[in-house]
Nanobody, 122 residues
Framework: QVQLVESGGGLVQAGGSLRLSCSASGSIFSINAMGWYRQNPEKQRELVAVMTSGGSTTYADSVKGRFTISRDNAKNTVYLQMNSLKPEDTAVYYC????????????????WGQGTQVTVSS
């Protein structure tokens, strides 16, 4: 199995910045894509940003130009730098990883972190 641990959420004023981190551990053969989703009580969970192992990125239109995703493959860690935060960015942010699990046999699966709250005040 694979565990994802997130950190970096909190309360920030509009216009401020936060940096989220997510580290993966466990029986990892490889991580194919890592990314961030978010969910608030009024919406379904939505993609924020994702990065493949090759470095390709995809962003939600609502965060383009404000958020930057990055990865440290050696540390199995993904980051989300969030700048110019808006109240509508308030949500629980979930880390996600598409992995090839190493043992007992190789298989591919998607794993989720426990979520970290981001609250942006106006």
């Amino acid at each position: 199995q694979v565990q994802l641990v997130e950190s970096g959420g909190g309360l920030v004023q509009a216009g401020g910045s936060l940096r989220l981190s997510c580290s993966a551990s466990g029986s990892i053969f490889s991580i194919n894509a890592m990314g961030w989703y978010r969910q608030n009580p009024e919406k379904q969970r939505e993609l924020v940003a994702v990065m493949t192992s090759g470095g390709s990125t995809t962003y939600a239109d609502s965060v383009k130009g404000r958020f930057t995703i990055s990865r440290d493959n050696a540390k199995n860690t993904v980051y989300l730098q969030m700048n110019s935060l808006k109240p509508e960015d308030t949500a629980v942010y979930y880390c996600n990883a598409d992995c090839t699990v190493a043992a007992p046999v190789k298989y591919e699966a998607r794993f989720w972190g426990q979520g970290t709250q981001v609250t942006v005040s106006s």
